[in-house]
């Protein structure tokens, strides 16, 4: 493997976590707006990114590879145990 096509791989690997925690962030800033005021949007998506990214590399090596549902799943419900976890728990 080339250094472009490592690049590319991992790139690609790590994609669904930054997306989905910056979807997450997003709409969780948008939906508690008053609650959130103090934390901003980038430590929320830098929050949710680094649980979601976690999940991932757990999800490879416990199953081997990478792209199953149930990692998927695992890192919707660590984002939002995050999300909850930075921006709402002492409200």
Same mark, same amino acid.
């Given at each position: ?6 690049f590319w791989h991992i790139?690609?690997?790590? !994609?669904?976590?930054?997306?989905v925690g910056g979807c997450? !962030? ?12 103090? +934390? ?7 929050? !949710?990114?680094?649980? +979601?990214?976690?999940?991932?590399? +757990?999800?490879?090596?416990?199953f081997a590879r990478d792209?199953?549902? !149930? ?7 660590? +984002? ?12």
């Amino acid at each position: 493997m080339q250094a472009a096509d490592a690049f590319w791989h991992i790139t690609n690997f790590f !994609a669904p976590a930054l997306v989905v925690g910056g979807c997450a !962030a997003v709409l969780t800033r948008f939906v508690w707006r008053r609650e959130l005021g103090s +934390c901003s949007v980038w430590r929320l998506w830098a929050w !949710a990114s680094a649980a +979601c990214a976690g999940v991932s590399i +757990c999800g490879l090596v416990v199953f081997a590879r990478d792209g199953k549902m !149930a990692t998927y799943a695992a890192m919707v419900v660590a +984002c939002a145990i995050t999300l909850w976890w930075v921006g709402l728990r002492g409200r």
